[in-house]
């Protein structure tokens, strides 16, 4: 086997997020959980967008955030994701690309149009996100680029692109193509109502040992054991992966790396302001500290660095240098 | 004469900003004057983005900065400006009008797209703007609603559009159609190289009372009177112009009304974010002071606090409620 020349690919939803100020009121009359995420077709999304505020375009999706953040602390990064050949999927490209990370997939042509997410900031920083997949859920096997999956030490996988069928499918390809080259491959559950709807996908995947680093945070942790037990439910999902992730919001989070337990407190911020993407700089710090031989608590430490950034300023890519945050901080 | 209905209409660029992070020599590199705005043409313009960091895309354009941080202090608003039917001319004309202001202006089919201004933001919080007119620059005079325009208090107008030879006419037409239904005509000098590609025309619109209230930077002042000392030019420019109010950065801003004079300290901010739509939002806190029947100096104050707030966070757009915190600090 050839050595990994890149740290880390992702394949996730390419995805524009639209984000912009809500009162409590609007998300309720939405009839949508707040804190969650849901998948709208376009009529529904032109609606709700004709209802909401003025936006903030800034590009999103989870996966994409955790290698934009990933690139920002050194690490060497390509995304697989489908865009179409329109304004947003060409802010999209423009975006990770500048984050100096590898991105060729090509962009797909006619409609429908680059996925957006309609994101609902309330004012206690808490994030409702309303996904139209667009293109994205078009994602084919064909479009996974295999010598690049190959050349990276880890493979990024978001939950989120377990719901269309297409990416699905590109992604079980991948994880063989991952696996098959020696490399490892890490797994975000991504969202509680995600599980609910793959839970058996998603258990059978960590049972058949598809999965080497595992992502989620404390209630997606208990939806997907479907136990109430947080102890317990870790050390059950422990016993399945070699290394379990867990973020536990404002209590910090756990980690779980072949029977070593660690784990970190939240960094104190001065104002939450938009938690979007707190999970996917969670992870990319997490996941930068592994690559550059960081023990498993300061590599939780760097995760949480990376959330507090995000959740300080709207949108889920990071603004401050965050390789100079943890250099100042972990050295 | 009949009764106002509106406060205000603009007619202004229809721009959407793509706001990035730049280094000092990022812009030295470009060989544009930090601080400026630049027109530039498509191929350019791509050109600088391709090379330009990973953005936010939030709407913008000087007059419609305006009237949005104008509708978000109570004042009732139109806006009148030219988006092409693309995505990034459906995300102006969405925001504008979630801001609460009336827009009808129909969008221009084909090419060029929707006007974007590339906007680098150097750590000291100062912009440099890069102007991509596209869809923009073709404003036609037929576009303009005569009735729209008849209906609103005050009129204004950006001196940026007078570039473009097909809004510079429709301006011309607006002025008159505001003139003879006895309404006000505000004008912003926009630009100090704005100001030296167009001083005849400018002193021209003053010297034939076109304009009732002008807004200017301490810059723009002397560059339209070619003079070097700040209160010769004031009282030279406010001798033309029934109101002129001036706004010198961290040094407050002046206005002069018919012979009454009254200054007013910038508000103190904790850190300088990014200053685009400083001077916009200035012109808003003052005209909206103007049309609530507060004094001069009340007025000027209500333009600092909108200033300071637009210069705390990326975009020219208001984040906060401004009407509440101009309750807050005048009642």
């Known amino acids: 086997m050839t050595e990994p020349t890149l740290d880390i690919v992702a394949i996730g939803n390419a995805i524009v997020d639209v984000i912009a100020q809500a009162e409590e009121e609007f998300v309720a009359a939405e009839g949508v959980t707040k804190g969650s995420m849901r998948l709208m077709d376009e009529e529904t999304s032109d609606s709700l967008y004709s209802r909401m505020g003025p936006g903030r375009e800034i590009s999103g999706g989870s996966a994409a955030n955790t290698v934009a953040g990933m690139a920002a602390m050194g690490a060497s990064c390509g995304f697989i994701g489908q865009v179409a050949d329109d304004q947003l999927g060409e802010v999209f490209a423009h975006d990770i690309c500048a984050n100096g990370v590898i991105f060729n997939t090509p962009a797909r042509s006619g409609q429908p149009s680059t996925a957006r997410c309609l994101i609902l900031v309330t004012p206690d920083g808490q994030r409702t996100m ?27 996988l978001e939950g989120y692109l377990w719901d269309p069928e297409e990416p699905r499918a590109a992604m079980k390809a991948a994880i063989e193509i991952a696996h098959k080259a020696g490399r490892k491959v890490a797994f975000t559950l991504s969202d509680a109502f995600c599980i609910s709807r793959h839970r058996g996908d998603f258990l059978t995947l960590l049972d058949s040992k598809a999965v080497d680093i595992l992502f989620a945070n404390e209630v997606e942790l208990l939806s997907l054991t479907e136990m109430d037990d947080f102890d317990a439910a870790l050390e059950k999902v422990a016993a399945k992966v070699p290394t379990l992730v867990v973020t536990r919001g404002a209590h910090g989070a756990v980690a779980v790396q072949e029977g070593e337990h660690a784990r970190v407190s939240a960094e104190p911020i001065e104002r939450i302001v938009d938690t979007t993407g707190a999970g996917d700089l969670f992870a990319a710090g997490f996941l930068a500290g592994q690559v550059q031989g960081r023990s498993l608590e300061d590599s939780l430490h760097m995760g949480a660095i990376a959330a507090a950034e995000i959740i300080s300023h709207y949108g889920a890519r990071p603004e401050a240098k965050l390789d100079e945050l943890i250099k100042a901080r972990l050295g």
């Open 130 to 156: 309303n996904t139209f997949l667009g293109a994205s859920q078009f994602l084919p096997e064909a479009a996974i680029d295999r010598a690049l999956i190959a050349s990276a030490k880890i493979l990024y």
